[in-house]
């Protein structure tokens, strides 16, 4: 079973950085196409970034811009680089395959913008 462990979530002010980390298990990790999901407080998850096995990406317009997905086949790690982060963006983020691959979640790690 694939398991998803991401990481470099915490509390960055408004306009601020941050870069998350999703270490993925699984020998045929550079096969999978990815995704970056978000789920605020009484919101649905949404995917706001994906890659596939061939490094195109795609964005929700909400971030388009501001964030960079990126994979290391080498690592099985996917990243989601952020910048110019804005208070709406605080959420916990998860990785996952892209649906209908979808695997258990992981625990997610949360981002809170505040100043």
């Known amino acids: 079973q694939v398991q998803l462990v991401e990481s470099g979530g915490g509390l960055v002010q408004p306009g601020g950085s941050l870069r998350l980390s999703c270490v993925v298990s699984?020998?045929?990790?550079?096969?999978?196409?990815l995704g970056w999901y978000r789920q605020a407080p009484g919101a649905r998850r949404e995917l706001v970034a994906s890659i596939n096995s061939e490094h195109s990406t795609n964005y929700a317009d909400s971030v388009k811009g501001r964030f960079n997905v990126s994979r290391d086949n080498a690592k099985n790690t996917v990243y989601l680089q952020m910048h110019t982060l804005k208070p709406e963006d605080s959420a916990v983020y998860y990785c996952?395959?892209?649906?209908?691959?979808?695997?258990?979640w992981g625990q997610g790690t949360e981002v809170t913008v505040s100043s």
């Open positions: 699984g020998s045929i990790f550079r096969f999978y196409a």
């Open positions: 996952n395959r892209l649906s209908p691959f979808s695997e258990p």
